[in-house]
């Protein structure tokens, strides 16, 4: 009984201290994103030089502490992971609440293909890839032409079986003792086998998709994306496929998370199916929901501040689940269209007095789409 | 231009076209009227290829619109304006226009189509930085008619455009559909205001219960009491 008043009176702490934040941290994005969208082009291209400076000395400057080289590696991972999800749940607005399974085969063909089959890391890598996404397009397929919420369902359900799978098919996977010793990656004879080294080819992976994502936003593709999110109907009248579009989405998302897969495995050298279990894909979910749905930098931001934050608090690890529970529902409730969004970067204040409230959607638009 | 033959669309076990059959000629406006739940939409919606008929044929320029998907009916230049405008409210009145255009790749054509309709909505182009969501009714309604026309139709067909509009307003924009069709294209006008649509139309068909009731030129049902009775409200 006591023990089930602390708890019931922590979680209580813990929305009252989130309450406060979210509500705190939303009044200092607006005022960054105002700035932003205030500051002129060579300013913006300055700052942008900036901070492309400051992640490329970053790991130079920590050289000889490697806990924050693994955390910082371990942020850009998530980035690669979070924006892989975005490109689903923020470009093609469906939601995919088992994406952990991509990353879970993209880490166990790149296990498998260098430990079995001595296969080199760089074609384990698009292979990683490659298969992930054929997995999500065999997914989309019959999910995608259906109408409403059918897809997040589908994920759920696709990533416990993967688990069940890979811990079940003893004679690949190894079942739950998982694939040790997955070799450094090696590349003309040069081995990747320091923190340094390894953050800069993560650094590679992230702007590789940070490329794809801005270029998919900016391309017809993504604008088919943008009107069939907005409203299908009046997309299909246009001419433009929605499940075809839908579909790709998808696809593309399935294939960086197995690249952020199959980075995992030769970073850890071991992979087990706990490491890919449910509360990764909402680990993932979550990242996306608090920086902005749909938002390339939010997504940064969400991905960087959800990986420092438990690190930081280690001792609160019992509760982080909870939390995690808790801040998906103030979030939609407070702040749905997440801290940096793309709306507020593109027009700052202006679209919030534009008196429509569907422009501010986020995820609450999704449900019954 | 368009022939439509005993169409039969089922919605599961809702049989809610039962053998409707009509004939467009180019240049004309032909308008199809008729009370909630006719099937007006359902018959629009099986021509732009997005519901499946079970039985009927549908050409257009002696092409069978049912073998093709509805991406490329739209590139054969049947646009339609859905029922309750549906504009994309989170883009802009420009957007919204070039998303009308979003098959097409003849970037210079693109421009000068975009010229015509701020010409023949002037409003719209004093706007084109305005939100679709935040526009009126009737400035909406004028944006899906645009976006319609940056998808270079040949038929255009127009579901309900005067709902949930002022008079004044209707009368604005029907004003436009009698100006494009002037310059050649052809209309299929779905309208529940029996009276103004027959008025701007050449040929009209009345929907009851997915079935076309009865036909002729427009002028003449105007006077047809089964009409008066039934759609203008007189006795
Ligand atoms: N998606 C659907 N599923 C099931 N039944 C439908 C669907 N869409 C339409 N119907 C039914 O088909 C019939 C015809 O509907 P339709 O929308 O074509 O009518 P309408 O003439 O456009 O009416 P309104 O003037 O009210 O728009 C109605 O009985 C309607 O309930
Ligand atoms: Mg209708």
Redesign the interface.
């Known amino acids: 009984m006591a023990n089930l008043s602390r708890v019931l009176f922590n979680l209580v702490l813990a929305t009252a201290i989130l309450f406060g934040l979210i509500k705190i941290l939303s009044k200092a994005f607006d005022f960054v994103a105002r700035y932003i969208s205030s500051i002129d082009k060579k300013t913006k291209r300055f700052i942008n030089i900036g901070i492309a400076l400051m992640v490329a000395i970053w790991p130079i400057v920590f050289i000889n502490q490697p806990y924050v080289l693994r955390t910082s590696i371990i942020v850009l991972l998530y980035i690669v992971l979070a924006l892989s999800l975005n490109i689903v749940l923020g470009f093609a607005g469906q939601l995919s609440i088992g994406h952990s399974a991509f990353y879970a085969i993209g880490a166990y063909v790149t296990a498998l293909l260098t430990v079995n089959f001595q296969i080199s890391f760089w074609i384990a890598l698009p292979t990683s890839a490659l298969i992930a996404a054929l997995f999500g397009l065999l997914l989309g397929i019959p999910t995608l032409r259906l109408k409403g919420d059918y897809l997040a369902i589908t994920t759920i359900g696709f990533g416990e079986i993967l688990r069940l799978v890979l811990i079940n098919w003893t004679n690949l996977t190894r079942g739950p003792a998982g694939i040790p010793g997955i070799p450094f990656p090696k590349i003309f004879g040069f081995m990747i086998n320091t923190n340094l080294r390894y953050y800069y080819l993560i650094l590679v992976l992230v702007m590789f998709t940070i490329f794809v994502s801005y270029r998919l936003l900016n391309s017809r593709l993504g604008r088919g994306l943008i009107a069939v999110r907005d409203d299908e109907i009046a997309a299909e009248a246009m001419g433009i496929k929605s499940t075809y579009l839908k579909i790709l989405a998808f696809v593309l998302g399935a294939a960086f998370a197995g690249i952020a897969g199959s980075f995992f495995a030769t970073y850890i050298h071991y992979v087990n199916p706990d490491n890919f279990n449910y509360m990764e894909s909402v680990l993932i979910l979550c990242m996306v929901v608090l920086g902005g749905v749909g938002s390339i930098p939010g997504v940064i931001l969400g991905a960087t501040v959800l990986t420092i934050i438990p690190e930081a608090l280690r001792d609160i690890a019992t509760y982080r689940y909870a939390i995690y529970g808790i801040l998906l529902i103030l979030m939609m409730i407070i702040r749905p269209q997440g801290m940096l969004s793309m709306a507020s970067l593109k027009g700052g204040a202006k679209s919030e007095n534009s008196g429509n409230k569907k422009r501010n959607k986020g995820l609450r638009g999704l449900s019954g789409s | 231009m368009l022939h439509v033959k005993e169409l039969d669309v089922y919605y599961g076990g809702i049989h809610a076209l039962r053998g409707i059959s009509f004939d467009i000629e180019e240049g004309k406006i032909v308008t199809l009227i008729g009370g909630n739940g006719a099937g007006k939409t359902t018959t629009l919606r099986t021509i732009?290829g997005?519901v499946t008929p079970k039985e009927g044929t549908i050409k257009f320029k002696n092409q069978n619109l049912l073998k093709i998907?509805?991406?490329?009916?739209?590139?054969q230049g049947v646009?339609?304006?859905?029922e309750g405008r549906?504009?994309?409210?989170?883009?802009n009145v420009e957007?919204n226009l070039?998303?009308?255009a979003?098959?097409r790749r003849d970037k210079q054509v693109i421009d000068e189509d975009l010229e015509y309709v701020y010409k023949i909505f002037p409003r719209l182009k004093e706007r084109r930085r305005q939100?679709g969501?935040?526009l009126s009714g009737g400035e909406q309604q004028m944006l899906a008619i645009g976006?319609?026309i940056m998808?270079k139709p040949r038929l255009l067909m127009l579901d309900e455009p005067s709902m949930g509009l002022a008079p004044i307003i209707v009368e604005e924009i029907f004003e436009c559909i009698k100006y494009l069709n002037d310059n050649g294209l052809t209309v299929l006008l779905v309208e529940q205001n029996a009276n103004i649509a027959l008025q701007l139309a050449d040929v009209g068909y009345v929907i009851e219960t997915g079935e076309i009731a009865f036909s002729g030129e427009a002028k003449s049902l105007l006077k047809d009491d089964r009409v008066r009775k039934a759609y203008l409200g007189e006795e």
Request: no cysteine; aromatic share 6%.
């Open positions: 732009s997005l998907p509805s991406e490329k009916i739209v590139g646009v339609q304006v859905p549906r504009i994309f409210v989170e883009l957007e070039m998303m009308g979003y098959l939100m969501g935040t976006r319609a998808s």
